[in-house]
């Protein structure tokens, strides 16, 4: 008779041998029936359930050839499971068409996810025995196979795997209890510390591990498993133990009998359920890095929740940085700090579907803290007071996913100390941050280190076995978390090809969103992220970003951006601060700004989709007018004996730097010296080495008499490659002077 297996990989077994499924999206359908084997489940959550909010317009059809295979396997492999009581085959196909879905008619007890259940509930049934217990909690424990559902893809698979894992905990600390009553520590001792290990903040696992130590003798271990915690909580939250473990620690101190007391009743999987909303979703797979972050969350959110407002956090940065990722790891991690439960909202405020509104937010916030629909209030002023009150008393942690305004998020606010909350936002939101006290924390691109670690922890010894082809990586990926993750999944997409393949693919700016695409879909795709952001932008705004692509430096400032946008300074400082605040750039400086190169590579794609060849070149050619104007008044104003030397350069808009003053004059030169390289380069490799020859002209003395003897000599070798690209055998001659007075 067929078994199925969902407390680990998804599998049939006959005869204890997997039957093979077919594709992995097989095994998510035959899953998405088991869970709910018995009852009818719909087509629109089959559907959900096997392909999320990104369901193709041919899910439907692939869902009915998906049915149909399942329907000849288990019809096949469970005829011995439906005789009745005379030996004869019940009638009615295993997998039967119901009207508005399927239903998948297996019995629960060849199901080793209800068999865990049943035993989980039959052990915390009144009057059942402590040996009794003990049998039944083991029986549950030994049905779990490992990761549930190992291996399936998709948002369901991951919200039921960690609700699962959580049940799965509650298990464990009731089966500890129940060996305790029976006196038999040992196996307690032997399984818990790696489950505290992965639940550092736990303080019911501790109370049971700090027990079962202590009967057995080794007390002063007992007492630093709690010191260790209560060090944890200090440093985390700014809290002390609770009564519960402050009693047993104290009783363990006295060698009081109450430390060797029997465990209360164990906490079944439904009264688990029961404590209160658990919205989180799950961790994203091997997150890696920002310990600084993490850090600093338990310290804004931990440590004030004694005061006299609620705490909040606004993680903001560019797309695909990861804020979503930081705030739920941190979630899942601070989470037995608020013992009421956890709220979770995608606010959409970046995304292929409408933003949510406030009113719909409350709603959705107010069902899950247990009110009923028909005492919902209708106006979103009167939700927001009703979400305030079943709030009040209450200490839950709330997290406010992918904001787009102050507006979006005010009326979500709690109003009690106990609470805390954590906003994210590619916006900066001011007014969060000014008028309700909220704590930025900006998150930037990973460190290269990290960036490193994150693929190792994608590709594996891949990385190792070429470090420098996968440091290369990072940076044509900007340490973007996003990219670094699509660029892995290139990697695993061809196991045979060296990463040093890939990278020059990766170098092609015109190729590197393409392939970044992430199989078109909208959430992963970096170009598809980015839009989500450029989108909200004004027009105006809109226009100086994709211009800001053909910028080549390091950074600029905002004479430089006037120039590509042809507009006045003050204008073009507002609507940089526009393009900061939606952090696509960042500001680097007093009055400097820069883009990562994945935002420089989509802002180019912009430019040549939306501008076209004519428009960009006017901006590059305003841009070298104002970087040779820049230079040439500059160094006339340090070496004004020497100007007769230099080519003569039209002033140019009047988009100057204060050069008249020798100190100044060299302070602009010092600050834009690698922006003025890159310009010299992207002027010869764009067709203007007329550009090239003259920069290498003006900056020959500045660079040698700061010492930048190497950088004037690749300035006059562009200019040299760019005569002979041009055949100019004149400006050739002169570039080959000017590279023998440098060796000199």
Not at 216 to 223: D, M, N, V, Y
Not at 241 to 270: F, K, N, S, Y
Not at 540 to 561: C, I, Q, S
């Amino acid at each position: 008779m067929a078994e199925y297996q969902l407390l680990g990989p998804v599998q049939m077994l006959e005869e204890g041998r997997p039957v093979d499924l077919g594709p992995p999206q097989r095994h998510t359908v035959i899953a998405a029936l088991l869970v709910d084997a018995g009852r009818l489940v719909t087509t629109e959550r089959l559907i959900e359930r096997v392909w999320g909010d990104r369901s193709p317009q041919h899910a439907r059809t692939s869902l009915y050839s998906h049915i149909a295979r399942i329907r000849g396997l288990v019809g096949a492999k469970s005829v011995g499971d439906r005789r009745g009581a005379e030996g004869l085959c019940t009638s009615g196909p295993v997998l039967s068409r119901r009207p508005g879905g399927y239903l998948l008619d297996v019995p629960t007890d060849r199901i080793d996810l209800h068999r865990y259940r049943l035993m989980v509930e039959r052990a915390g049934a009144p009057g059942r025995t402590d040996h009794e217990r003990v049998a039944l909690l083991r029986e549950a424990l030994h049905r779990w196979h490992g990761e549930p559902l190992a291996g399936l893809p998709g948002t369901w698979a991951a919200r039921t795997r960690e609700t699962w894992r959580q049940q799965h905990v509650d298990t464990v600390m009731a089966w500890g209890r129940a060996e305790l009553s029976v006196g038999n520590p040992t196996p307690v001792i032997t399984v818990l510390p790696d489950l505290v290990a992965e639940h550092p903040l736990a303080e019911q696992l501790t109370a049971v591990l700090m027990r079962a130590l202590h009967v057995t003798g080794r007390s002063a271990e007992a007492l630093s498993w709690f010191e260790a915690l209560r060090q944890r909580l200090a440093d985390a939250l700014g809290t002390d133990p609770g009564g519960e473990l402050r009693r047993l620690h104290q009783a363990i101190l006295r060698d009081e009998p109450d430390a060797c007391a029997p465990m209360p009743e164990p906490v079944t999987a439904g009264a688990a359920a029961r404590r209160g909303p658990a919205q989180l979703p799950p961790c994203v797979s091997r997150f890696t890095g920002r310990a600084a972050e993490l850090t600093g969350l338990f310290g804004h959110l931990g440590g004030r929740r004694t005061g006299s407002e609620p705490s909040a956090v606004l993680i903001s940065g560019t797309p695909g940085v990861g804020k979503t990722a930081l705030a739920v790891s941190w979630a899942h991690q601070a989470r037995e700090a608020y013992p009421d439960g956890q709220l979770y909202v995608n606010l959409r405020g970046y995304d292929t579907r409408p933003p949510v509104a406030p009113t719909e937010a409350l709603a959705g916030l107010l069902s899950a803290l247990g009110v009923p629909g028909q005492e919902m209030p209708p106006a979103e002023d009167d939700r927001a007071a009703r979400y305030r009150s079943e709030l009040s008393g209450r200490s839950m942690l709330i997290v406010l996913d992918n904001a787009s305004s102050v507006e979006q998020v005010r009326p979500l606010l709690p109003g009690t100390p106990n609470c805390a909350v954590i906003v994210t936002s590619r916006d900066s939101l001011p007014g969060l941050v000014a008028v309700h006290g909220a704590h930025r924390l900006v998150l930037d691109l990973l460190p290269e280190p990290d960036a490193i670690a994150l693929l190792r922890a994608l590709i594996g010894s891949r990385v190792d076995a070429e470090p420098r082809a996968a440091a290369a990586l990072t940076q044509f990926c900007a340490r973007l978390p996003l990219a670094l993750r699509v660029a892995a999944e290139l990697a695993l997409n061809r196991p045979d090809t060296p990463l040093s393949d890939l990278v020059p693919e990766l170098a092609d700016h015109r190729r590197r969103l393409d392939l970044l695409d992430a199989g078109g879909d909208p959430r992963a795709a970096v170009r598809a992220v980015f839009f989500w952001s450029y989108r909200g932008l004004p027009s105006e705004a809109a226009r100086v970003f994709r211009l800001l692509g053909t910028h080549p430096g390091p950074d600029f400032d905002v004479r430089a951006a006037a120039a590509l946008a042809d507009a006045d300074t003050s204008r073009t400082a507002h609507v940089l601060e526009t393009l900061a605040r939606a952090h696509l750039i960042q500001r680097t400086g007093s009055g400097r700004y820069c883009m990562h190169e994945l935002l420089r590579a989509y802002a180019r794609w912009l430019a040549d989709h939306e501008d076209g060849e004519a428009a960009q070149g006017s901006a590059r050619t305003r841009m070298f007018d104002h970087y040779l104007t820049g230079a040439a008044a500059a160094v006339d104003a340090l070496y004004p004996a020497e100007r007769h030397r230099r080519p003569a350069v039209s002033c140019y808009r009047g988009h100057l730097p204060p050069s008249r003053d020798e100190t100044a004059a060299r302070e602009w030169l010092d600050r834009e010296r690698l922006v003025l390289l890159s310009v010299a380069r992207h002027a010869r490799d764009n067709g203007s080495p007329g550009v090239t020859d003259r920069l290498a002209a003006i900056l020959y003395s500045y660079l040698c008499d700061g010492g930048h003897v190497t950088e004037s000599l690749v300035i006059h070798s562009d200019v040299l490659a760019g005569a002979r690209e041009m055949k100019d055998e004149a400006a050739e001659a002169g570039a080959l002077t000017d590279l023998g007075v440098v060796h000199r």
